[in-house]
């Protein structure tokens, strides 16, 4: 019975030290969770999260304090990738923090704009360009449609325009589950 | 002028889920005959009511799923499940044997897996492996092959009565009218220390594969060698499976002729070439690279051999081909072939 | 160094398709008809579209510049005829999606004058092969096999690379397309000739024409224009009539035994590949100073009345083509560009012939049915069997059908030529290469987003630093500001308006006391106090 228990006793404590050992000399340097959880946002820094851009959102995502469904540029994918990554279940998106739409981007009318620079004050990106009584313009390239220009503007010049899928960017559709069996496995 | 559109390719489509299905069906034939002959109604009561039983499970089952029943019946999957179930259970077996086996193959091990593509193992063969281990008495009902030392196959109406109310014909015990298949008896045989040689020239062990079963499985073959002509099958996984087992009964053989079967009585007894030809052949619970299908068949044929030589059942084909099929996914992930431009980079 | 191959080695997979060929050879190789307005799309290769250089209200010759290439991998347009420029702007163009790019738009005058082009050089043998190149390149000369890549580029190997052998592929492998054919039988002079200053632009050691063995006409035509012009160095090879024999990678180890690396290109292993109908339109632009302004074009299938091949303006309507060859039958079901195993349908015949339009299938119901309904895959691997990139179609659709872009990549879907045969032969009947297409360019669009994400990540950062900047700089400039005035004591504190009082007089008294002690000196204090 002795034996046994410092048999056991000595076993574990042998294999307590090799595991403590290994975390050590073994020990992974992966990525930052807060990284990889930013890696998988759209970096359009719109706030509809809550939270002022991508980065605090996943830092905010990482400590545990805002739930994976709260990205609707993201859409579903975004928050299937971010179920992926943390290992848990994907939920559908919470729509207090706005709906899944298709991308825009931000047009200013030149016409009407006054040059107040309040909107290159309030893009996330520094996608417009402009000055100070000057005409301002949108960097269609950079712009991440995240609509933060659209308040501070005075003369509500700015519209949001649906981006222009040229045949280039143009995606074969997914086939069409004909067959009911198909349709609903695919889910 | 206007006109539809969709994806390549237009021509016509060479293949069809349902005519690869029938095809299968029709290669069956010969080897379904010739148990008929051997052992009478029963065979046909077991086709008959396995079917029946299989088409009625997959319709409901689809119903309650809110599947189109239609369409899956017609590709003849299940129909095909139903048959080959039928063909491995012993004639003289009650109807409630093919019944639970039919429902177990579609509901359990087809459908609620996802169904036809999805099930992980063979279904005829879960139904089969369940009836065995609850119903070890009832597996043994096979009546001697007709014609065997002036006995005949019990007629239609005892064989009915006997199927249906399971009373049997007047005068007789049901040791009467039941014998051990060959593979069953050579075990026995050999376990009261009787060489090979003495075990064959028992008559129930006909020339070289057992009385009847050397014709039955001939028949299979038969069907089999149609089924790789008509490109229905491909050659790996029958050659893998009767290679591999070949191969290794011929090695004990050689080693010690007394104790060991010879390799023609392997290849021509119990569910070989149906095994071989129509069960292992199932591509959905298969190994499906060219490499790994000869794996597997190969597989099947070593763990046929040991389980007949020193397993606890008579046959082996069907623990065989389920345990391969659990293997099925890692073969395939080893033997994946080489991409054409890519250079020994995944030849494992 | 890649030798060729005494018997044609056979690659993995492909099929033996019934070869249709037949009923669009009937006629002779003739010019369609100029038709009254042409719509000439600016991108009509891989890469860049070119950009227009002419206006509406324009007048063109036939042969002028009227869009520029931008970029190395792009390729200019020319005038398909003379006329006046009618729009410069969004039409429908022959494509898979079905959408519009830009066009430029002509009305033909009718009397097709032709423009001066520079493009023709006398002594092409003696000439530097940049100069080749950048002839090619100036008139608009892209890969008539179908892909449409720039044959410049193709003609440059770069100084890394030695061109060991020049493949020229004849092997028009696809059921009913025969204008590759045609050519070869109507005008072996102009390919000849093509392959000629090709061997001479590239330096290249050997070179081979390797055509189906099913057009012995066509092998029959190119050997006699081989002997006119006394050509030993060309050799021309039968290879076996199996599809895909003519894709490229497919037709270089029939010929060498050789594989081109996956995703990489001939030049890896020094071979260059060109289709019969890229020389010829080398030839063409060389000696006789035409840009790419023409092709010739299959019109067949049961949906044409009387089909054969056209030498056709690029930009000519579809619908007037299958007019000069008869019309519809009542058969027609279906409008293909390309062949029936690659091609694309057209919702349209009103869309125009552009450099890349190999074949026009009016394809009856017959020859391509309706696609049927799928079915469930059961792994029979019949698709793994006839990949002639020996890839597992059944993992590549498993993954597809769920959308697992990773996975898809891992059993290397980009190796995927989209040849069909695995769909051909499905007995599920599930459009495996549309889950292939889908998922491609699934992934290019996943990582064009990817870039965005991070063009837009790294802005976000740089302006958070810059405003971290700034306000540090505020904050600066605040704290200074701060310091300045803290030096200077606040009113109302009693204690420190006695401690001011008490330096102040401090102050007074030193600075009495250095006066003192200054006077008949020089000035040597050193301003303390101040």
New interface residues.
């Given amino acids: 019975m002795l034996t046994a228990m410092i048999a056991i006793g000595a076993l574990a404590g042998l294999f307590g030290l090799l595991l403590g050992y290994s975390a050590i000399r073994f020990r992974v340097d992966a990525d930052p969770i807060v990284d990889q959880i930013?890696a998988l946002?759209?970096?359009?820094?719109c706030g509809q999260c809550g939270f002022a851009?991508?980065r605090p959102y996943a830092e905010a995502i990482a400590g545990g304090e805002a739930d994976i469904n709260q990205c609707p540029p993201g859409g579903e994918a975004t928050i299937q990738a971010l179920a992926d990554l943390l290992g848990v279940d994907p939920k559908p998106l919470n729509e207090e923090h706005g709906e899944h739409g298709e991308k825009m981007v931000a047009v200013i009318d030149e016409q009407t704009c006054i040059g107040c620079t309040l909107c290159i004050q309030a893009c996330?990106?520094?996608?417009i360009l402009g000055a100070a009584k000057q005409m301002h313009t949108v960097i269609a390239d950079?712009c991440?449609g995240c609509e933060l220009c659209l308040p501070p503007c005075p003369v509500d010049c700015i519209t949001m325009v649906p981006v222009k899928r040229?045949?280039?960017?143009?995606?074969?559709?997914?086939?069409e589950?004909?067959?009911?069996?198909?349709a609903?496995?695919?889910k | 002028m206007e006109f539809p559109t969709h994806?390549s390719p237009y021509l016509p489509l060479r293949n069809d889920l349902s005519r690869l299905m029938a095809t299968v069906m029709l290669a069956l034939v010969p080897g379904a005959l010739a148990m008929f002959w051997f052992f009478g109604w029963g065979v046909i009561f077991n086709l008959v009511i396995a079917t029946t039983t299989a088409l009625l499970a997959e319709a409901a089952v689809l119903r309650w799923r809110n599947?189109?029943v239609r369409?899956?019946l017609l590709d003849g999957s299940a129909a095909l499940t139903g048959l080959l179930l039928g063909l491995a259970l012993p004639p003289l077996a009650p109807w409630w044997i093919p019944v639970i086996g039919s429902l177990f193959a579609i509901v359990i091990a087809k459908q609620l897996y996802?169904?036809l593509g999805?099930n992980p193992f063979n279904p005829a063969m879960i139904g089969f492996v369940v009836l065995i281990i609850s119903f070890p008495l009832q597996m043994t009902l096979w009546s001697p092959p007709g014609g065997i030392m002036g006995l005949e196959a019990t007629g239609f109406l005892d064989t009915a009565r006997l199927v249906f109310t399971e009373t049997l014909p007047a005068g007789a015990s049901l040791d009467s009218i039941t014998m051990a298949t060959p593979l069953d008896e050579s075990k026995t045989l050999s376990s009261l220390n009787l060489t090979w040689q003495e075990i064959l020239s028992d008559p129930r062990f006909g020339n070289y594969g057992g009385y009847g079963w050397e014709w039955i499985n001939l028949a299979f073959l038969l069907g089999g060698l149609w089924l790789w002509k008509r490109d229905a099958i491909q050659w790996h996984i029958p050659a893998g499976m009767i290679g591999s087992l070949f191969l290794l009964s011929l090695l004990f053989y050689i080693a010690d002729t007394d104790s060991f079967a010879s390799p023609l009585f392997h290849l021509f007894s119990g569910a070989t070439m149906i095994g071989a030809f129509f069960i292992a052949t199932d591509p959905v619970s298969a190994a499906t690279t060219p490499r790994g299908r000869l794996y597997y068949g190969a597989g099947i044929g070593v763990l046929v051999y040991v389980i007949r030589t020193w397993g606890g059942y008579p046959d082996g084909v069907a623990f065989g081909v389920l345990l391969m099929n659990m293997a099925a996914p890692t073969i395939d992930y080893y033997t994946r072939p080489r991409v054409f431009g890519q250079r020994g980079e995944q030849d494992d | 160094m890649v030798t060729l191959l005494e018997k044609p080695a056979t690659f993995p997979g492909g099929l033996h398709l019934p070869s249709e060929k037949s009923r669009s050879l009937t006629e002779p190789l003739t010019s369609a008809a100029i038709p009254a307005r042409l719509h000439v799309p600016l991108?009509q290769n891989i890469g860049e579209p070119a950009e227009a250089v002419v206006k509406p209200g324009d007048k063109v010759l036939r042969g002028q510049l009227i869009a520029r290439s931008l970029g190395y991998i792009s390729a200019p347009v020319h005038a398909p005829t003379s006329g006046t420029v009618r729009d410069v702007g969004d039409y429908p163009?022959p494509?898979?999606?079905g959408?519009?790019?830009p066009c430029i738009v002509i009305d033909s005058d009718g009397e097709d004058r032709a423009a001066e082009t520079g493009l023709q050089m006398d002594r092409v043998y003696e000439a530097d092969p940049a100069d080749i190149r950048q002839r090619v390149r100036d008139a608009g000369i892209v890969g008539l096999g179908g892909a449409g890549f720039p044959t410049a580029v193709k003609l440059n190997p770069g100084p890394d690379h030695i061109v060991d052998l020049l493949v020229i592929n004849g092997a028009e492998c696809e059921p009913y397309i025969t204008c590759d054919e045609a050519l070869m039988c109507c005008r072996p002079d102009d390919i000849i000739e093509g392959i000629r200053i090709m061997r001479h632009a590239l330096r290249a050691k050997q070179v081979v024409i390797g055509i189906e063995d099913s057009m012995p006409n066509a092998i029959e035509c190119l050997r006699k224009e081989l002997e006119r012009v006394g050509e030993t160095e060309i050799r021309i090879v039968a290879v076996p009539t199996r599809y895909p024999a003519g894709g490229e990678k497919q037709l270089i180890y029939t010929l060498t035994g050789e594989e081109v690396p996956s995703q990489g290109l001939p030049i890896d292993i020094g071979v260059v590949c060109h289709n019969v109908g890229t020389a010829a339109a080398v030839a063409r632009a060389i000696h006789h100073g035409e840009p790419l302004i023409s092709r010739v074009v299959t019109v067949t299938g049961a949906g044409v009345a009387r089909p054969r091949n056209f030498d056709v303006r690029i930009g000519t309507p579809i619908g007037d083509l299958v007019e000069q060859a008869g019309g519809y039958t009542p058969d027609v079901a279906r409008l293909l560009m390309g062949g029936p195993m690659m091609g694309f349908t057209l919702n349209s015949d009103r869309l125009p012939v552009i450099k890349t339009s190999n074949c026009i299938l009016a394809a009856s119901r017959a020859e391509a049915p309706d696609p049927p309904?799928?079915?469930?895959c059961i792994r029979c691997a019949r698709c793994a069997d006839v990949c002639p990139a020996s890839l597992l179609p059944q993992q590549l659709y498993w993954y597809a059908?769920?959308?697992n872009l990773e996975k898809v990549q891992d059993y290397n879907l980009f190796d995927c030529i989209e040849c069909g045969c695995c769909a051909l032969v499905c007995p599920s009947h599930?459009?495996l290469v549309?889950?292939y297409?889908?998922a491609?360019?699934?992934i290019w669009?996943m990582e064009?987003?990817r870039e965005?994400?991070?063009?837009?990540?790294r802005?976000?950062e740089?302006?958070l630093q810059?405003l971290e900047r700034e306000k540090k700089a505020l904050e600066e400039r605040r704290a200074r500001a701060r310091k300045a005035l803290d030096k200077k004591p606040k009113a109302g504190d009693a204690d420190a308006k006695k401690a001011e009082i008490a330096a102040a007089l401090a102050r007074v008294k030193a600075r009495k006391k250095e006066t003192q002690a200054a006077t008949g000196q020089a000035d040597g204090g050193n301003g303390d106090g101040n």
């Fill in positions: 930013d946002l759209p970096q359009t820094q851009g991508c996330p990106v520094d996608a950079e991440t040229d045949i280039s960017q143009w995606k074969w559709p997914y086939p589950p004909d067959h009911p069996e198909i609903e496995a695919g | 994806s599947k189109p369409a899956a996802g169904g999805y | 991108g163009v494509h898979p999606s959408l519009s790019a309904h799928p079915q469930p059908f769920a959308r599930i459009p549309q889950y297409r889908f491609k360019t699934e669009d064009r987003e965005k994400a991070d063009l837009a990540r802005r976000h740089a302006r810059r």
